[in-house]
């Protein structure tokens, strides 16, 4: 029965192939071993980075050929990637974040790396707070790509001009300084100027987004191996949203497009939760912003973010290219150069301690809320269908924001859908 349901969907998605074709078919052409990777890498100005380390990594390696294949936001690669792989034609190796870990063991597709990484020297460069991450029933799934947590961007300018001189620290202060930042600017009688940018949807980007808050009000996702999203520090979390919308302090984002910062940059929200990989784009920008951590309900909290980099299995020369690739993505070369580009934080040891990263942060002071931040962040659950959990925790948080059911009602749905799915 599994094996009739793969081909039948597979039949269903295959018609996407045709959108990103090309990938483990000729693995060698001319001694040279050709090998794809799919991503999702945005804002584009990190794309460019991505793109540019890519080709030193080709330049230097004669023999390896790494085609990098951009293919639209992680949400939206999701049918791809599971066409891709029921039907046998993955790319060799996939840029994500680790909670997809399950899924695709699950389904058989991924190369355990253990072996490989056991024997590399430069398993003693990773930052140990990432093996959680790259690990599932024993076996490295994945390396990761980068780090970084979540916290709140702010217009110190409108700040100021709102007469606000502290940033908040707790919820109930986050609540007055919105009210104060939410006006109506030019007397027309409709706002132009509101406290908080908030994230809309059901996909990943949004429970990554408001599973801090839900962390600081003691809320938990997993129970004995489960889901249990019932629970008060869940209701809490998803609470602090619905009372922001009900004094119409915040502006939503289009579904599924909390990460975009048009709206914070324009000075329409003054306030935004987002992460370091934006401080390549904001360098750039002729704007003032500054960063504070996630206010606190009952304890500091931040989530792990990044993405992990999975190998898919093809044929001993392609895996031993993407191994050849992921030596050099944990190198501290890598790491360094993306993190001074972007400001992701640097998995790689030597590189957190490097000169130039040091001084890269004294020149970018924002980076040390991020940094401490990582004392107390927690891993997404690594479990075999987190892809279920966050989808029904999404639909609940978007039901919430836009004022069809309360909290509580809500997370109850989501949950009799989550008690109907085998976990393990």
Same mark, same amino acid.
């Not at 969907?9 to 990777?37: F, R």
């Not at 908040?168 to 919105?178: D, F, I, M």
């Not at 987002?274 to 003032?288: E, H, R």
């Given at each position: 029965?599994?094996?009739?349901?793969?081909?039948?969907?597979?039949?269903?998605?295959?018609?996407?192939?045709?959108?990103?074709?090309?990938?483990?078919?000729?693995?060698?052409?001319?001694?040279?071993?050709?090998?794809?990777?799919?991503?999702?890498?945005?804002?584009?100005?990190?794309?460019?980075?991505?793109?540019?380390?890519?080709?030193?990594?080709?330049?230097?390696?004669?023999?390896?050929?790494?085609?990098?294949?951009?293919?639209?936001?992680?949400? +939206?690669?999701?049918?791809?990637?599971?066409?891709?792989?029921?039907?046998?034609?993955?790319?060799?190796?996939?840029?994500?974040?680790?909670?997809?870990? @399950?899924?695709?063991?699950?389904?058989?597709?991924?190369?355990?790396?253990?072996?490989?990484?056991?024997?590399?020297?430069?398993?003693?460069?990773?930052?140990?707070?990432?093996?959680?991450?790259?690990?599932?029933? @024993?076996?490295?799934?994945?390396?990761?790509? +980068?780090?970084?947590?979540?916290?709140?961007?702010?217009?110190?300018?409108?700040?100021?001009?709102?007469?606000?001189?502290?940033?908040?620290?707790?919820?109930?202060?986050?609540?007055?300084?919105?009210?104060?930042?939410?006006?109506?600017?030019?007397?027309?009688?409709?706002?132009?100027?509101?406290?908080?940018?908030?994230?809309?949807?059901? @996909?990943?980007?949004?429970?990554?987004?408001?599973?801090?808050?839900?962390?600081?009000?003691?809320?938990?996702?997993?129970?004995?191996?489960?889901?249990?999203?019932?629970?008060?520090?869940?209701?809490?979390?998803?609470?602090?949203?619905?009372?922001?919308?009900?004094?119409?302090?915040?502006?939503?984002?289009?579904?599924?497009?909390?990460?975009?910062?048009?709206?914070?940059?324009?000075?329409?929200?003054?306030?935004?939760?987002?992460?370091?990989?934006?401080?390549?784009?904001?360098?750039?920008?002729?704007?003032?912003?500054?960063?504070?951590?996630?206010?606190?309900?009952?304890?500091?909290?931040?989530?792990?973010?990044?993405?992990?980099?999975?190998?898919?299995?093809?044929?001993? +020369?392609?895996?031993?290219?993407?191994?050849?690739?992921?030596?050099?993505?944990?190198?501290?070369?890598?790491?360094?150069?993306?993190?001074?580009?972007?400001?992701?934080?640097?998995?790689?040891?030597?590189?957190?301690?490097?000169?130039?990263?040091?001084?890269?942060?004294?020149?970018?002071?924002?980076?040390?809320?991020?940094?401490?931040?990582?004392?107390?962040?927690?891993?997404?659950?690594?479990?075999?269908?987190?892809?279920?959990?966050?989808?029904?925790?999404?639909?609940?948080?978007?039901?919430?924001?836009?004022?069809?059911?309360?909290?509580?009602?809500?997370?109850?749905?989501?949950?009799?859908?989550?008690?109907?799915?085998?976990?393990?």
């Amino acid at each position: 029965m599994e094996y009739v349901k793969k081909i039948a969907l597979a039949a269903i998605l295959s018609c996407i192939l045709l959108l990103v074709g090309g990938c483990q078919n000729s693995s060698q052409d001319n001694n040279v071993t050709k090998v794809t990777l799919w991503h999702g890498i945005n804002p584009p100005e990190n794309r460019d980075v991505f793109n540019k380390l890519v080709a030193q990594f080709n330049q230097t390696h004669p023999n390896l050929e790494v085609e990098a294949l951009y293919i639209g936001q992680p949400d +939206a690669q999701l049918p791809k990637i599971f066409a891709a792989t029921v039907s046998g034609e993955p790319p060799n190796m996939l840029w994500f974040v680790p909670q997809l870990t @399950g899924k695709l063991a699950d389904l058989g597709a991924l190369l355990p790396l253990e072996n490989w990484l056991n024997n590399s020297a430069i398993k003693q460069e990773i930052d140990p707070a990432m093996f959680e991450s790259m690990t599932l029933n @024993g076996h490295i799934y994945s390396i990761p790509f +980068a780090t970084n947590n979540a916290a709140i961007f702010y217009r110190p300018s409108l700040f100021q001009a709102a007469g606000i001189r502290d940033v908040p620290k707790t919820w109930e202060e986050l609540k007055l300084v919105a009210n104060k930042l939410t006006q109506d600017t030019n007397n027309d009688g409709r706002i132009d100027q509101y406290g908080m940018f908030l994230s809309l949807g059901k @996909g990943e980007w949004t429970v990554f987004a408001w599973l801090p808050f839900i962390y600081s009000a003691g809320g938990e996702l997993i129970d004995g191996n489960k889901p249990n999203i019932v629970n008060p520090g869940v209701i809490k979390g998803l609470q602090l949203g619905a009372d922001l919308v009900k004094d119409q302090v915040t502006i939503l984002s289009a579904p599924e497009r909390g990460y975009e910062l048009d709206n914070f940059l324009s000075g329409k929200a003054a306030m935004q939760v987002t992460g370091p990989w934006t401080l390549g784009q904001l360098s750039q920008m002729d704007i003032d912003y500054g960063v504070f951590p996630i206010p606190i309900k009952e304890k500091p909290a931040a989530v792990v973010g990044g993405e992990n980099l999975f190998v898919f299995k093809s044929n001993l +020369a392609q895996e031993k290219a993407c191994q050849e690739f992921l030596t050099y993505v944990l190198s501290e070369q890598f790491q360094t150069t993306w993190a001074l580009e972007t400001g992701y934080l640097p998995i790689n040891l030597k590189s957190q301690q490097s000169a130039a990263y040091q001084q890269y942060v004294q020149e970018n002071p924002v980076l040390e809320v991020f940094l401490k931040q990582m004392q107390w962040a927690r891993s997404r659950p690594i479990i075999t269908q987190y892809t279920r959990l966050s989808e029904n925790l999404g639909r609940a948080i978007e039901s919430v924001l836009l004022e069809k059911q309360t909290p509580e009602a809500a997370l109850k749905k989501s949950q009799e859908r989550l008690d109907l799915i085998p976990f393990k």
